[in-house]
């Protein structure tokens, strides 16, 4: 919840969880975000005061509102959470029940069943009302922890929490408050009123019992509700000490009536207030701090000063007699300890600062004297005693820190403080064990009890044994000076008089003691072991010394083995002390029971030292005199008791466990042949004295010692070589069946020790297992007995993937421990816990080595031997026909109570179902059984829950991590898998159709929970490896076609929810690999937002993202806040490469090349070196080394360098992948955000900016020449596409401009525009970036330089846009000059100031930039690469015409190559013809090239050195243009690839469009260039004739098209003289004459209709030019009198003047059309648009984006139109001045016959031809048709309705004049 907000839900549950989070976010998380307001926190605790004081007490009962909610049923009630409503009879009842059941408000249990209704999500399978009773429960938990926390966060003298001081302060107070008000003694009452039976019996009558896993549940949160109440006591005692009337009820209390458990010891609850009891009388912080006077006192026993008078009333010794023999018996244990407690706090008191007494002057001196008399009374009234048996007989003071620093204080501060006591328990312990002696040897028996000081030691063995805080280094702080004061326990804060006393208290141990007190003695210093100074203590030759105990335990064994029965009932002589363990006896050795127990200390010491120290245990195995390890060993193989052998094994495992002593033990093991078949041994033990007697220690032990050698060093292969076979068969035969296997059928005194058994039998078989890799060599040779047997796990491998006895137990012990584990806590669930864990682990193990198995067996020729774990495990098993992946599943609803085993069982199914078979078997199996489904994945949920973002590094997140990486690798299998059943999907239908709703709750509701909390405070912190991992599920959920829509849909409605994220911005400089990963995911996640809201039009989910990525929402100024931009900002684009050390001992080269064997891939991208693999490979080069020790040691040293070296490598390459990932995301979100946003959300003004501002941060963002690869070429990539969304970009706001280009352009970017300016650096910067990464990537990946000159092509175009048929129309600047020679263009003043800029940063560059464009235009890099070079060449000389550029390219060689390359082309270009094209790749780069000719020939200059270099001629030699396919072959134009006739288009168009080029510069008068052209035409007149002969008016648009280009070209180079001449010496040039004149009656005959307005072809725009071409031709032929037959061109002409004067009428109106469309689109519905230009509008589900695509279209279509009547009237016009000219040829000519003799018969058929020329023209040539032929000319110059008026009358006249 928000902390900031009050709850407005008052039931009994809600309030009390949001009180206890608030607590927490400010005690416990302050540190990790912004820090909250005080004043906040101040008001809810006040709120809440008034609870704390009425503590654990409910609303009463009312009447009045019990009968208004029974009125509710019909009239409705008020509630605050939901307002008014009416209730069901069904709730009523309810809400009554539950007030009568818990004596609360009918209203508050309203409210309550309210919130268990909107919780049964959470909680499925329980009904309301029982969920109601679990959330009550909960709801007092709560409470009580907050009430706890509250009082441990108070300032006081044990400890301090890191919250900010005033918060510190004001909590302080407030609890001091609450204290005064007596919230104490009401945590008291509540405790009382609390009890569990009477509880449990009040849900029993109203049959409120939830079911058994939900029951446990329960009581464990009702128990832990009262340990939090007594740790509210705890807590106030340990940080202030009690008030006087607290403390006095609570020794009261705790003296009368203390609960204990089932083994007499006290029970969690009085343990805690029994510990508050000694806190509260506790000043030890005078000597444990350095403030301690100024701590003292805020202490009650210092600032009240009745108080110590008063316990001196309670606890003298003298003051009970009033009390009975059975009181004080039951409370004396606990006066005893409060005595000693207090005994010693005053003598600390007497011994405190004078001023801190003098602040007590009120107490008296005889008040203070009374310590030694406490104390005394303390001893004899047994307070060590009570303080073994009651409070450290069980494991709950190790458990809490603070218990056991009481408890080591206490027992030091006796010790330092009570010196003299000790030595007086010491001095009466030994006369009674003396006296007990003289009995003993008088036959007298000793009635004697246990010696006091037997007590204190067991209390220091009890206490040290579990240790983590290692308080007992304060007992050896005096034996080293240096470690005086680096440790805060006890004495830090003193000089070294306290540590002396201790010291000297331990090396007391060390004098000659009685044989009583020797084991005591032995085992308090075993617990208080510590390196160094233990073993300096034992090594010195004393009377308790290592050397003594040693020899004394070989002389033992020499005895034995002297005399084969050493135990005896007789009596025995008296002990003779610590060196007399045992000795020479006359006769026959008999040993005591005190002796063997002396023994097991002295061992138990052994064992102790040597796993503190490892000096020590090499010392002890080295030893030759001592031989410790072959007498402990010969020892097991005598007749000792049992619990000797047992502590034997022990302390064998204990030295064992070292790796330098781990072969010794080996080898003496194995020569003592303890599990020898042909010897009893340990099977006779086992079978004949521990079945026997119930118990096991003595093969537990063994176990531990195989586990302790198997974990010290590698198992040895050739153990027992020369006796047996080599290797541990014996061993695993011995621990598999005698141990393992009959265990659950073996009786237990204890129960626990079955699961002990078990467990550690699990634990030795994982640890065998772990270390073993499968190989072929292992597998026995067929019929015959193997040389050497394999490893222990091999043996067990075979057995798990077979189906084995071994499988069997592992199975059954898996379903039998978490059925016990799912009940009630027992006091063997240790053990359980630990046997569940083992076996999971082993099953995850072999299953990980199944597949190495198989392929060792495979190799071997023993497969039939495997079966295989991942098909067993599967087996149906037990009454419900389940299996063990089932139980696996079962396992994580534990996750609460073993968050280990959820983790290992989350481990075990990640690696069962990565099989496809078994994620198919588990969904076939829990499918269709709904409960079950339900529970399988509630216990997924359950799991992700506790592991959350607010729970801790440990088991449990790793469980939660598990589960998510579970989902991840089940999600990519087919629909319908497990991961969809997990996450919510439905499972029996499609599942894109699913619904994900907030009920039932799934994994994604709970991993949705778990990234909104990550994200809950605003704070920076860095992401968890779950965090992680959520956000990579939310992307693959997003990216999936299956379930992608309705994943979306649910995080829609979770508040937009990948928005949000998105705007959760980090700081990218000091992010760690994960915090970048996470976001990398996030945005990548909602990359595939955008585009699948785009996508559906879902305007709302992309107008949240566009806000959150953009910043739409935000005005212009504060653009800076863009998501998008700080993304980007502070990401790292490079990663240093890990520098690589000086090898001393290595060869660097062959280094290199293994590290190189051991790279393996990645999931995302690159190769990581396999440290395994690395380690694995040099280990076996050290085994095979031949070397002594220091020089094997040097090898190892430097292993481990490289080692690290490989480390810091796989970091920095992992670094680099999740940079270019991150990255990657980015681009993603950058690019389709700009692909998909409407206008409507994302206006082009604010697009325009941003994608000049990322243009900007991105090109300033990325060095060139240091970027990553990787990170370049996607750099690049994003920087094209940002360009071409920003040309898009101005195109699109040109076209809805009115303005011309010149002045749109200086509004876009002119002074305006205060973010683009052209004077401004954004351009230039951009266009010099782009360019100098294009003058530095020359060694970078092809794909970087092809996305640069991408982007220098976009950016080129922006500045020469090119108008489109879809822009308003507008005057062209160009000149007849400027189109002759492209070279003398002038721009105008707008342009100029434009182009300048660009022309001025790519001359800065100079003829460099023009090299390596060149370079590339010319180079062997990819096709696509040189494509766009070119097109960039093309346009900078566009741009430039005048550009030395062309200087560059002829004068270094760069054109001449150019043009070679086109002939190197040919061959490609004949396979590109072939009818299955292997690649179209060269026709492209062909078509680039010719375009870039094309380009140059539009200059002079240029045009002249391309005639020169023989640009003609090579084109001539192409044979790939003689190929011409076949005309009439039929054109699949569904195909991708294009026909073979646009094909060939494409290699001819642009090898006649440079011919027209050069005519065009050049002029057809130019001999040299005609000459050239013709022989490129007649070097392929095979391909011409075809063309020409098939054309026709009904010709496909390839074939117009070709027709078209050759009639252009040939029209205007043969058209004159030059052609004329040509003709009469070409017999090829005529046939192409011929042709083209027989073209133009075939054309003229059938114009093409003009009556379709909705006709978007170009065939009459073709047609029509054809017609120019060939009219110009003939007209030219003509004047040039060069072919006869060009006479019936003109008649011909004549008869098409009518059609074409009809078809510009047509055109007109269809003109006129389409402008009053384009007219009246604005206004149009968009069903009429949509009717109007087609249903395939652009965006036609959009009215702005349908209309704006209308309007583009119709513009387009009104541009053809105005296209197509032009080309009409030009044709018209052309056919008048061809008719002309015929007739002026025919008419003046026909005057011969006249004006001469007369001739011959062609004069008389010259005049027939001219009188029929005559009528036709006085036909045609009427007034109207005139006025028709005039009017074409009305939007034309004048000068050219002169010219056709000049014309026409030259007509008329030769008509009218004509002679005949």
Same mark, same amino acid.
Not at 728 to 735: A, G, I, Q, R
């Given at each position: 919840?928000?902390?900031?907000?009050?709850t407005?839900t008052?039931?009994?549950?809600?309030?009390?969880k949001?009180?206890?989070?608030?607590?927490d976010? @400010?005690?416990?998380?302050?540190?990790l975000?912004?820090?909250?307001?005080?004043?906040?926190?101040?008001?809810?605790?006040?709120r809440?005061?008034q609870?704390?004081?009425?503590l654990?007490?409910n609303?009463?009962?009312n009447?009045?509102?019990?009968?208004?909610?029974?009125?509710?049923i019909?009239?409705?009630?008020?509630?605050?959470?939901?307002?008014?409503?009416?209730l069901?009879?069904?709730?009523?009842?309810?809400?009554?029940?539950?007030?009568?059941?818990?004596?609360?408000?009918?209203?508050?249990?309203?409210?309550l069943?309210h919130?268990a209704?909107?919780q049964?999500?959470?909680?499925?399978?329980?009904?309301?009302?029982l969920l109601?009773v679990?959330l009550?429960?909960?709801?007092?938990r709560?409470?009580v922890?907050?009430?706890?926390?509250?009082?441990?966060?108070?300032?006081?003298?044990?400890?301090?929490?890191?919250?900010?001081?005033?918060?510190?302060?004001?909590?302080?107070?407030?609890?001091?408050?609450l204290v005064?008000?007596?919230?104490?003694?009401?945590a008291?009452?509540?405790?009382?009123?609390t009890?569990?039976?009477?509880?449990?019996?009040?849900?029993?009558r109203y049959?409120a019992?939830?079911?058994r896993?939900?029951y446990n549940?329960?009581?464990i949160?009702?128990?832990?509700?009262?340990?939090? &109440?007594?740790?509210?006591i705890f807590?106030a005692?340990?940080?202030?000490?009690?008030e006087r009337?607290?403390l006095?009820?609570?020794?009261?209390?705790q003296?009368?009536?203390?609960?204990?458990?089932a083994?007499?010891?006290?029970?969690?609850?009085?343990?805690a207030l029994?510990?508050?009891?000694?806190?509260?009388?506790d000043?030890?912080?005078l000597?444990?701090?350095e403030?301690?006077?100024e701590?003292?006192?805020?202490?009650?026993?210092?600032?009240?000063p009745?108080?110590i008078?008063?316990?001196l009333?309670?606890?003298?010794p003298?003051?009970?007699?009033?009390q009975?023999?059975?009181s004080?018996?039951?409370s004396?244990?606990?006066?005893?300890?409060?005595?000693?407690a207090?005994?010693?706090a005053?003598?600390?008191?007497?011994?405190?600062?004078?001023?801190?007494?003098?602040r007590?002057?009120?107490?008296?001196?005889?008040?203070l004297?009374?310590?030694?008399?406490?104390?005394?009374?303390?001893?004899?009234g047994?307070?060590f005693?009570?303080?073994?048996?009651?409070?450290?007989?069980?494991?709950m003071v190790?458990a809490?820190?603070w @218990?056991?620093?009481?408890?080591?204080?206490?027992i030091?501060?006796?010790?330092? &403080?009570?010196?003299s006591?000790?030595m007086?328990m010491?001095?009466?312990?030994?006369?009674?064990?003396?006296?007990?002696?003289a009995?003993?040897?008088e036959?007298?028996?000793?009635?004697a009890?246990?010696p006091?000081?037997?007590?204190?030691?067991?209390?220091?063995?009890?206490?040290?044994?579990?240790?983590?805080?290692?308080?007992r280094d304060? @007992?050896?702080?005096a034996?080293?000076?240096?470690?005086?004061h680096?440790r805060?326990?006890?004495?830090?804060?003193?000089g070294?008089?306290r540590a002396a006393?201790?010291?000297?208290?331990?090396?007391?141990?060390?004098?000659?003691?009685?044989?009583?007190l020797?084991?005591g003695?032995?085992?308090?210093?075993?617990?208080?072991?510590?390196?160094?100074h233990t073993?300096?203590?034992?090594?010195?030759?004393?009377?308790?010394s290592?050397?003594h105990?040693?020899?004394?335990?070989?002389?033992y064994?020499?005895?034995?083995?002297?005399?084969p029965?050493?135990?005896?009932?007789?009596?025995?002589a008296?002990?003779l002390? +610590?060196?007399?363990?045992?000795? +020479? !006896?006359?006769?026959?050795?008999?040993v005591?029971q005190?002796?063997?127990?002396?023994?097991?200390?002295?061992?138990r010491l052994?064992?102790?030292?040597?796993?503190?120290?490892e000096?020590?245990?090499a010392a002890?195995?080295?030893n030759?005199?001592?031989?410790?390890?072959n007498v402990?060993?010969?020892l097991?193989?005598?007749?000792?008791?049992?619990?000797l052998k047992?502590e034997l094994a022990?302390?064998?495992?204990?030295?064992g466990?070292r790796?330098?002593?781990?072969p010794?033990?080996?080898?003496?093991?194995d020569a003592?042949?303890l599990v020898?078949a042909?010897?009893?041994?340990l099977?006779?033990?086992?079978?004949e004295?521990?079945?026997?007697m119930?118990?096991?220690p003595?093969?537990?032990?063994?176990?531990?010692?195989?586990?302790?050698?198997?974990?010290?060093?590698?198992?040895?292969r050739?153990l027992g070589a020369g006796?047996?076979?080599?290797g541990?068969?014996?061993?695993?035969?011995?621990?598999v069946?005698r141990i393992?296997?009959?265990?659950?059928h073996?009786?237990?005194?204890q129960p626990?020790?079955k699961?002990?058994?078990?467990?550690?039998?699990?634990?030795?078989?994982v640890?065998?297992?772990?270390? @073993?890799?499968?190989?072929a060599?292992?597998?026995?040779?067929?019929h015959a007995?193997?040389d050497?047997?394999?490893?222990?796990?091999?043996? &067990?491998?075979?057995?798990l993937?077979t189906?084995?006895?071994?499988?069997?137990?592992?199975?059954i012990?898996?379903?039998?421990?978490?059925e016990?584990?799912?009940?009630?806590p027992?006091p063997?669930?240790?053990y359980?816990e630990?046997?569940?864990?083992s076996?999971l682990?082993l099953?995850e193990?072999?299953?990980?080595?199944?597949?190495?198995?198989?392929?060792?067996?495979?190799?071997?020729?023993?497969?039939? *031997?495997?079966?295989?774990l991942?098909?067993?495990?599967l087996a149906?098993?037990?009454t419900?026909?389940?299996?063990?992946?089932?139980?696996?599943?079962?396992?994580?609803?534990?996750?609460?109570?073993a968050?280990t085993?959820?983790?290992?069982?989350v481990?075990?199914l990640c690696?069962?179902?990565?099989?496809?078979a078994?994620?198919?078997?588990?969904?076939?199996?829990?499918?269709h059984?709904?409960?079950?489904?339900?529970?399988i994945?509630?216990?997924f949920v359950?799991?992700?829950?506790a592991?959350?973002?607010a729970a801790?590094?440990?088991?449990?997140?790793?469980?939660?991590e598990?589960v998510?990486a579970l989902?991840?690798?089940?999600?990519?299998?087919?629909?319908?898998?497990?991961?969809?059943?997990?996450?919510?999907?439905?499972?029996t239908?499609?599942?894109?159709?699913?619904v994900?709703?907030?009920?039932? !709750?799934?994994c994604?509701?709970?991993i949705?929970?778990?990234?909104?909390?990550?994200?809950?405070d605003?704070?920076?912190?860095e992401?968890?490896?779950?965090v992680?991992?959520?956000?990579?599920?939310v992307?693959w959920?997003?990216a999936?076609?299956?379930?992608?829509?309705?994943?979306l849909r649910?995080?829609?409605?979770?508040?937009?929810?990948?928005?949000r994220h998105?705007?959760?911005?980090?700081?990218?400089?000091?992010?760690?690999?994960?915090?970048?990963?996470?976001?990398?995911?996030?945005v990548?996640?909602?990359a595939?937002e955008?585009?699948?809201?785009?996508?559906?039009a879902?305007a709302?989910?992309?107008?949240?993202?566009l806000?959150?990525?953009?910043?739409?929402?935000?005005?212009p100024?504060?653009?800076?806040?863009?998501?998008?931009r700080?993304?980007l900002?502070?990401l790292?684009?490079?990663?240093?490469?890990a520098p690589?050390?000086?090898?001393e001992?290595?060869?660097?080269?062959?280094?290199?090349q293994?590290?190189a064997e051991?790279?393996?891939?990645?999931?995302?991208g690159?190769k990581?070196?396999s440290v395994?693999?690395?380690?694995?490979?040099?280990?076996?080069?050290?085994?095979?080394l031949r070397a002594s020790?220091?020089?094997?040691?040097?090898?190892?040293?430097?292993?481990?360098k490289?080692?690290?070296?490989?480390?810091?490598v796989?970091?920095?390459?992992?670094?680099?992948?999740?940079?270019?990932?991150?990255?990657?995301?980015w681009?993603?979100?950058?690019e389709i955000?700009?692909?998909?946003a409407?206008q409507?959300?994302?206006?082009l003004?604010?697009?325009?900016n *941003?994608?000049?501002?990322? &243009?900007?941060?991105?090109?300033?963002?990325i060095?060139?020449?240091?970027?990553l690869?990787?990170?370049?070429? *996607?750099?690049?990539?994003?920087i094209?596409?940002l360009?071409?969304?920003?040309?898009h970009?101005?195109?699109?706001?040109?076209?809805e401009?009115s303005?011309k280009?010149?002045?749109?352009e200086?509004?876009?970017?002119?002074? %305006?525009?205060q973010?683009?300016?052209?004077k401004?650096l954004?351009?230039?910067?951009?266009?010099?970036?782009?360019?100098?990464?294009?003058?530095?990537?020359?060694?970078?990946?092809?794909?970087?330089?092809?996305n640069?000159?991408?982007a220098?092509?976009?950016?080129?175009?922006?500045?020469?846009?090119?108008?489109?048929?879809?822009?308003?129309?507008?005057?062209v600047?160009?000149t007849?000059?400027?189109?002759?020679d492209?070279?003398?263009?002038?721009?105008?003043k707008?342009?100029?100031?434009l182009?300048?800029m660009?022309?001025?940063?790519?001359?800065?560059?100079?003829?460099s930039l023009?090299?390596?464009?060149?370079?590339d235009c010319?180079g062997?890099?990819?096709?696509?690469?040189r494509?766009?070079?070119?097109?960039?060449?093309?346009?900078?000389?566009?741009?430039?015409?005048?550009?030395?550029?062309?200087?560059?390219?002829?004068?270094?060689g760069?054109?001449r190559?150019l043009?070679?390359?086109l002939?190197q082309?040919?061959?490609?270009?004949?396979e590109?013809?072939?009818?299955?094209?292997?690649?179209?790749?060269?026709?492209y780069?062909y078509e680039s090239?010719?375009?870039?000719?094309?380009?140059?020939?539009?200059?002079?200059g240029?045009a002249?050195?391309?005639?020169?270099?023989?640009?003609?001629?090579?084109?001539?030699?192409?044979?790939a243009?003689a190929?011409?396919?076949?005309?009439?072959?039929p054109?699949?134009q569904?195909?991708?690839?294009?026909?073979a006739?646009e094909?060939?288009?494409?290699i001819l168009?642009?090898?006649?469009?440079?011919?027209?080029a050069?005519?065009?510069?050049?002029g057809?008068d130019n001999y040299?260039?005609?000459l050239?052209?013709?022989?490129?035409l007649?070097?392929?007149?095979?391909?011409?004739?075809?063309?020409l002969?098939?054309?026709h008016p009904?010709?496909s648009?390839?074939?117009l !098209?070709?027709a078209?280009a050759?009639?252009?070209?040939?029209s205007?180079?043969?058209?004159?003289?030059a052609?004329?001449?040509?003709?009469?010496?070409?017999?090829?040039?005529?046939?192409?004459r011929a042709?083209?004149?027989a073209?133009?009656?075939?054309?003229?005959?059938?114009?093409?209709?003009?009556d379709?307005?909705?006709?978007?072809s170009?065939?009459?725009?073709?047609?029509?030019?054809?017609?120019?071409?060939l009219?110009?031709?003939?007209?030219?032929s003509?004047e040039?009198? +060069?072919?006869?037959s060009?006479?019936?061109a003109?008649?011909?002409?004549?008869?098409?003047?009518?059609?074409?004067?009809?078809?510009?009428h047509?055109?007109r109106?269809l003109?006129?059309t389409?402008?009053?469309?384009?007219?009246?689109?604005?206004?149009?519905?968009?069903?009429d648009?949509?009717?109007l230009?087609?249903?395939?509008?652009?965006g036609?589900?959009?009215?702005?984006n349908?209309?704006a695509?209308?309007v583009?279209r119709l513009?387009?279509r009104?541009l053809r139109? !105005?296209?197509?009547?032009?080309?009409?009237?030009?044709a018209?016009?052309?056919?008048l001045?061809?008719?002309?000219?015929h007739a002026?040829?025919?008419?003046?000519?026909?005057?011969a016959p006249?004006c001469?003799?007369?001739?011959?018969?062609l %004069?008389?058929?010259?005049?027939?031809?001219?009188?029929?020329?005559r009528?036709?023209?006085?036909a045609?040539?009427?007034d109207?048709f005139t006025d028709?032929?005039?009017?074409?000319?009305?939007?034309q110059?004048?000068?050219?309705?002169?010219f056709l008026?000049?014309?026409?009358?030259?007509i008329?006249?030769?008509v009218?004049?004509?002679?005949?």
């Open positions: 919840m928000d902390i900031n907000e009050g407005t008052e039931d009994l549950w809600t309030p009390y949001e009180l206890v989070a608030v607590v976010s @400010y005690l416990a998380n302050e540190g975000g912004v820090p909250y307001a005080v004043h906040t926190f101040e008001s809810i605790l006040r809440h005061k609870t704390f004081l009425a654990l007490k609303p009463v009962k009447q009045a509102s019990r009968e208004e909610i029974k009125r509710g019909t009239e409705g009630v008020n509630l605050p959470s939901i307002g008014k409503t009416l069901s009879k069904e709730l009523v009842d309810e809400a009554i029940i539950l007030s009568d059941m818990y004596n609360a408000n009918e209203y508050a249990c309203l409210e069943l919130t209704q909107r049964t999500a959470r909680r499925p399978g329980l009904a309301r009302g109601a679990i009550y429960y909960d709801g007092r709560s409470l922890q907050a009430l706890r926390d509250l009082v441990m966060a108070r300032d006081g003298v044990s400890w301090s929490i890191s919250a900010r001081e005033e918060i510190v302060n004001y909590v302080s107070r407030y609890v001091e408050q005064s008000d007596g919230v104490l003694g009401a008291l009452d509540a405790l009382r009123r009890a569990i039976e009477p509880e449990l019996e009040v849900l029993r049959r019992l939830p079911p896993r939900y549940r329960m009581m949160t009702m128990q832990t509700t009262r340990k939090l &109440l007594a740790g509210v807590a005692s340990a940080q202030r000490g009690l009337d607290i006095i009820r609570l020794l009261s209390e003296m009368s009536s203390p609960s204990r458990g083994t007499g010891a006290l029970d969690e609850i009085s343990l029994q510990m508050a009891l000694l806190y509260a009388i000043l030890s912080v000597h444990r701090r403030d301690g006077e701590l003292a006192k805020k202490l009650p026993l210092i600032q009240d009745d108080l008078a008063v316990l009333d309670e606890l003298s003298t003051g009970q007699s009033n009975t023999q059975e004080e018996e039951k004396g244990g606990l006066k005893a300890l409060c005595q000693l207090f005994g010693l005053l003598a600390a008191l007497k011994r405190a600062p004078v001023s801190l007494l003098r007590s002057s009120e107490l008296k001196c005889e008040l004297d009374q310590d030694e008399i406490l104390v005394d009374a303390a001893i004899d047994g307070a005693e009570y303080l073994e048996e009651a409070i450290l007989s069980t494991d190790a809490e820190e @218990y056991q620093r009481r408890v080591h204080s206490l030091t501060d006796f010790i330092v &403080l009570m010196h006591k000790l007086e010491r001095v009466k312990a030994e006369e009674a064990a003396r006296a007990a002696a009995c003993a040897a036959g007298v028996s000793g009635g009890r246990r006091r000081l037997l007590a204190l030691l067991r209390c220091v063995e009890r206490l040290y044994a579990r240790d983590p805080l290692r308080l304060d @007992y050896w702080r034996a080293d000076h240096t470690h005086a680096t805060g326990g006890a004495g830090a804060g003193v070294g008089g006393v201790l010291y000297k208290w331990v090396r007391a141990s060390g004098e000659v003691v009685v044989a009583a020797l084991g003695y032995l085992r308090a210093l075993a617990a208080l072991a510590v390196p160094r073993w300096a203590l034992l090594a010195r030759r004393d009377a308790l290592a050397h105990l040693l020899t004394a335990l070989a002389l064994h020499r005895n034995l083995r002297a005399d029965s050493p135990l005896s009932e007789l009596s025995h008296p002990s002390g +610590a060196s007399g363990l045992a000795g +020479a !006896r006359p006769a026959r050795l008999l005591r005190e002796e063997v127990e002396a023994m097991i200390a002295a061992l052994i064992a102790a030292v040597a796993r503190e120290d000096a020590a245990c002890i195995c080295d030759m005199q001592w031989d410790a390890v402990m060993f010969g097991i193989c005598c007749a000792v008791p049992l619990a047992a022990g302390a064998l495992a204990a030295l466990g790796a330098g002593a781990a010794r033990v080996w080898a003496a093991l003592a042949h020898a042909d010897r009893r041994a099977a006779a033990d086992l079978e004295v521990e079945c026997r119930e118990e096991y003595l093969s537990r032990a063994f176990v531990e010692l195989l586990t302790s050698l198997s974990g010290a060093a590698p198992v040895p050739a006796a047996r076979a080599p541990l068969d014996p061993y695993v035969h011995h621990v069946t393992a296997l009959p265990a659950p073996r009786n237990y005194r626990h020790e699961w002990q058994v078990l467990s550690l039998c699990f634990r030795l078989f640890k065998w297992l772990d270390a @073993y890799e499968p190989a060599s292992d597998f026995p040779p067929p007995e193997p050497i047997n394999p490893p222990p796990g091999f043996r &067990l491998l075979i057995q993937h189906d084995s006895e071994l499988l069997r137990l592992t199975l012990t898996l379903d039998e421990a978490y016990l584990m799912d009940r009630q027992s063997e669930q240790v359980i630990e046997t569940l864990n076996v682990q099953l193990r072999a299953l990980t080595l199944e597949r190495p198995l198989n392929t060792a067996a495979a190799a071997a020729g023993r497969a039939a *031997l495997v079966v295989g991942s098909k067993l495990i149906p098993s037990g419900d026909s389940g299996d063990r992946l089932v139980t696996c599943c079962r396992v994580l609803q534990l996750v609460s109570v968050p085993v959820a983790a290992r069982a481990a075990l690696r069962a179902l990565a099989v496809p078994a994620p198919r078997h588990l969904l076939e199996t829990v499918a059984r709904h409960q079950l489904a339900n529970e994945r509630q216990g359950e799991c992700l829950e592991g959350g973002e801790e590094a440990g088991p449990a997140r790793g469980a939660a598990g998510v989902l991840l690798q089940l999600l990519p299998a087919a629909p319908h898998n497990l991961a969809h059943l997990l996450l919510g999907y439905q499972v239908d499609d599942v894109s159709r699913s994900l709703s907030e009920t039932p !709750r799934t994604l509701h709970a949705l929970d778990i990234l909104d909390a990550f994200i809950a605003n704070s920076e912190k992401a968890s490896t779950l992680e991992s959520g956000y990579r599920l992307y959920l997003c999936r076609a299956a379930t992608s829509a309705p994943a649910l995080l829609r409605a979770r508040d937009y929810f990948l928005a998105l705007k959760a911005t980090i700081n990218l400089e000091k992010a760690s690999m994960s915090s970048i990963s996470a976001r990398s995911w996030v990548r996640a909602c595939c955008a585009g699948a809201a785009g996508a559906s879902h709302a989910a992309l107008a949240a993202l806000a959150a990525a953009a910043g739409t929402h935000r005005p100024q504060e653009w800076e806040w863009c998501v998008l700080k993304l900002e502070g790292a684009v490079r990663a240093e490469p690589e050390p000086r090898w001992l290595f060869h660097a080269h062959q280094l290199r293994a590290l051991c790279d393996l891939p990645t999931g995302l690159g990581r070196i395994t693999r690395v380690h694995a490979l040099l280990s076996r080069e050290l085994a095979s020790a220091p020089q094997r040691n040097l090898v190892a040293q430097e292993i481990q490289v080692l690290d070296y490989v480390t810091e796989n970091k920095q390459r992992n670094l680099a992948a999740t940079l270019t990932h991150y990255y990657d995301s681009r993603q979100l950058t955000i700009f692909c998909v409407p409507d959300l994302l206006s003004d604010t697009r325009k *941003l994608l000049l501002n990322i &243009l900007q941060d991105l090109l300033n963002k060095p060139p020449t240091e970027v690869p990787q990170i370049g070429n *996607l750099a690049s990539g994003t094209l596409l360009l071409v969304n920003l040309r970009c101005y195109i699109l706001q040109k076209r401009s303005l280009s010149s002045e749109f200086a509004s876009f970017f002119g002074p %305006s525009n973010i683009m300016q052209t401004s954004t351009l230039k910067f951009i266009l010099h970036k782009i360019l100098s990464w294009i003058m530095v990537s020359g060694a970078c990946t092809q794909k970087m330089r092809v640069l000159y991408g220098l092509l976009n950016f080129l175009n922006i500045v020469n846009l090119k108008p489109s048929a879809a822009d308003p129309e507008e005057e600047n160009t007849y000059v400027s189109r002759l492209s070279s003398r263009v002038k721009p105008s707008e342009e100029s100031t182009k300048s660009v022309i001025d940063v790519i001359d800065s560059f100079g003829e023009c090299a390596v464009v060149c370079s010319i062997g890099g990819h096709d696509v690469c494509m766009v070079a070119l097109s960039c060449l093309d346009t900078l000389i566009e741009i430039n015409p005048a550009t030395d550029w062309l200087h560059v390219l002829t004068n270094q760069y054109l190559s043009i070679d390359s002939i082309d040919d061959e490609g270009l004949k590109a013809l072939e009818p299955n094209p292997k690649s179209l790749r060269v026709l780069v090239k010719m375009a870039l000719l094309v380009r140059l020939a539009g200059s002079r240029a002249e050195t391309l005639l020169a270099a023989g640009a003609l001629s090579a084109l001539a030699q192409l044979t243009l190929a011409h396919p076949d005309v009439h072959a054109a699949d569904r195909a991708f690839v294009p026909p006739a094909r060939f288009r494409q168009s642009p090898a006649l469009a440079l011919c027209d050069l005519l065009t510069t050049l057809a040299s260039l005609v050239q052209i013709t022989h490129l007649l070097a392929h007149l095979e391909c011409v004739d075809m063309i002969r098939a054309a009904h010709s648009l390839t074939l !098209r070709e078209e050759v009639c252009c070209v040939a205007r180079a043969w058209g004159g003289a052609g004329a001449a040509l003709a009469a010496d070409a017999a090829g040039v005529r046939r192409v042709l083209l004149l073209l133009l009656p075939r054309f003229a005959a059938a114009p093409p209709p003009a379709s307005p909705d006709d978007d170009d065939t009459a725009d073709l047609h029509y030019k054809i017609l120019c071409h009219l110009l031709f003939a007209r030219g003509l040039s009198g +060069a072919d006869e060009s006479a019936g003109g008649r011909a002409a004549l008869a098409l003047l009518r059609p074409l004067l009809r078809a510009v047509a055109h109106k003109l006129a389409v402008t009053t469309q384009l007219h009246n689109a604005p206004s149009m519905t968009l069903p648009i949509k009717k230009v087609g249903g395939d509008v652009s036609a589900g959009n009215d702005t349908g209309r695509g209308a583009s513009r387009a009104a139109r !105005r296209r197509e009547l032009t080309r009409c009237e030009l018209a016009h052309a056919a001045y061809l008719v002309w000219a002026r040829r025919q008419l003046r000519t026909a005057l006249h001469e003799p007369k001739g011959t018969a %004069s008389v058929g010259g005049a027939e031809e001219a009188t029929e020329l009528k036709e023209l006085i045609v040539f009427s109207r028709d032929l005039l009017d074409t000319t009305k939007n110059p004048a000068v050219q309705r002169g008026e000049v014309l026409i009358k030259d008329r006249t030769m009218q004049f004509s002679p005949l």
